[in-house]
DNA sequence: CTGAAAGCGCTTACAG
DNA sequence: CTGAAAGCGCTTACAG
């Protein structure tokens, strides 16, 4: 272990400016955080040669001091690993991005196991963005009494969140599908398991049901969390009686396997069966056809996560508030109207 | 502003555990630390309340004795956001996820217009890794000069590096395309200003000058940075004399554009035109046809960016090391022998 | 084997 | 308006 090696090249403190300037350290914190009154002259003296000599205040020493770490974590379940094909990636993108103009920087990190989360124990942030409905509640009203946290597409009562309309997306969606005049509507989905997918079938229903459409318990398939999810799922569907002329699915990628799976049968995608996915991921404008999809707005999710996290830094006392996002509707080329042969 | 509100839970120090055992501060570190010959008794116990008690260092006083944050940086440019299709996601993902057993974090930072780097000013790092060609020689040699670096995806002489055989990779998926019977085989790229690119182009003429192929320059075409790229540069081949019969795409992103172009101006894939790519991103199994492409293990670079890194934190007069990693031709159905029509 | 002291680089009452 | 002192939580020679 060599230890002097960089250390040879010390990084200038706020004692060297003070030399500099003939002042002491104190002044020189006061001047460089415009904290008490003091002659501009001196000030901007000091703020000068700070300058010249390229300071940047060492944020471990500061820290320790100010209990401000100057960081926010932003944490997603490894499950969500690789974020590749994730709907979270432009959410924690959007944090970073919004973050840095403030000054704060943001640490990666994924969770295990529901392991306690160590950057919050050993005080490397100062509040946490906690990404999906992985995390569970204990580890979040337990991260609660040490730091202020916000909830990114989860919901837990007296925290902070940011959600997702996901039940008036998905209601949207399916009314367009009767609107152009489906009655067969079958709901694809990974998992009911996860919180958002309950709701877009909430959706799902509730618009059959405000359209006098009965709920038909083969239209709707679960295809599991593993890839190729979303051709298990229509297997299943077309194990029923009665084929759907209308999928909807519960998010993009899935319905991305959906659509090959029906090619895959020989059958074409809108002419016989339609699909109406969800988030609007980059693939939706990949895949032949062109998904129509239900559209997330997950900048701006981003950007309003790091708001609120930041206003709950300055005061942990403001009162917990849920901001629910609104989606929409893009129609594309895997909808039309409804199949002739079936009909 | 209020302060004082999570400053009521304080969290437990080294001075705690040391009234509770009755013993000295300085020991509880020595014990925690593993430092110095000491009775295992009093270190046994020590540990002990110290787990009790839930105790975690706090990392910014640690680091401001040690000299060392616990974190490293990941840093990439912003014109690679958004991650989501970017070629680089994988690697950050692997660079956390082989950090966090070793007991760092990484604090993911994005680039614009080469400012200099706040993390590592403010010391809130040990060491960076910077991903892709847009970082300036400049700014990677000013960081070398006070924290270890490795550069992925990048080259730089006298530092560390992670590389993929482009150059290599290229030449093998056009020897394929070659060895089904093709002659008339395209380049295809964004752009030539990325280094990537540009092994892969010689990777391309190298290929075509080993089997005794004339490079014909109207089947050369650059699409620029922005999306459709694809199809611009198909427009362009299009307008040449002579119409490819393979297509060597740079990236997988622009070679899914490529194979929709294709498609709009009614020709098939790989019927008329098989179509290569590079990266073998997911995008690859989404397409349709599935795309044939060249696989670059970007996990494995990552997982290797930090564990160069690590080494070089521990030892910063390792000498400059680069790591180039191979890639692997992945055939799929975008690909097929010399088309009929054309020969 | 263990304690007391000094120091890491900063901030913040407290004097003057 | 500005300096000296104490303190943030840890580590590390230095004594004993």
Redesign the pocket.
């Known amino acids: 272990m060599i230890d002097w090696y960089y250390d040879l090249i010390?990084?200038?403190?706020?004692?060297?400016i003070?030399k500099r300037v003939?002042?002491?350290?104190?002044?020189?914190?006061?001047?460089?955080?415009g904290?008490?009154?003091?002659?501009s002259?001196?000030?901007e003296k000091i703020r000068q040669v700070a300058q010249e000599l390229g300071?940047?205040?060492?944020m471990?020493?500061?820290g320790?001091?100010?209990?401000k770490a100057g960081s926010v974590g932003v944490v997603i379940d490894r499950r969500h690993i690789p974020v590749e094909r994730s709907f979270y990636s432009p959410i924690i993108e959007a944090i970073e991005s919004t973050a840095t103009p403030h000054g704060y920087h943001v640490i990666f990190a994924t969770l295990k196991n529901h392991s306690s989360l160590k950057i919050v124990k050993e005080r490397k942030v100062d509040g946490v963005v906690l990404i999906g409905t992985d995390i569970s509640d204990e580890l979040a009203s337990s991260l609660l009494e040490e730091i202020p946290i916000v909830l990114v597409d989860n919901h837990l009562q007296g925290v902070d969140s940011i959600a997702v309309d996901n039940f008036g997306g998905a209601y949207r969606a399916v009314e367009y599908l009767i609107e152009l005049g489906h009655r067969k509507i079958g709901f694809v989905t990974e998992t009911m398991r996860d919180l958002s997918f309950r709701e877009r079938f909430a959706g799902y229903q509730e618009a059959l049901k405000k359209y006098g459409i009965k709920l038909d318990e083969q239209l709707i398939a679960e295809g599991g969390r593993r890839r190729g999810s979303g051709s298990i799922a229509l297997e299943k569907l077309f194990e029923g009686k009665t084929l759907p002329t209308a999928i909807f699915v519960a998010n993009d990628y899935t319905a991305v396997e959906v659509i090959w799976a029906i090619k895959a049968a020989g059958l074409n995608v809108p002419e016989d069966i339609s699909v109406v996915g969800f988030d609007d991921n980059d693939i939706a404008r990949i895949v032949d056809p062109l998904l129509t999809t239900v559209h997330v707005p997950r900048k701006r999710m981003g950007e309003e996560a790091f708001r609120r996290l930041l206003a709950l830094i300055g005061d942990p006392t403001l009162s917990p508030t849920k901001i629910v996002f609104p989606t929409e509707l893009v129609i594309r080329d895997s909808s039309g109207y409804k199949a002739r042969s079936t009909s």
Not at 10 to 16: C, P, S
Not at 55 to 58: A, G
């Open positions: 010390m990084a200038i403190t706020i004692k060297d003070a003939g002042v002491a350290p104190s002044t020189v914190s006061r001047a460089l955080n904290r008490g009154r003091m002659s002259v001196t000030r300071y940047y205040p060492n471990l020493a500061k320790l001091t100010t209990r």
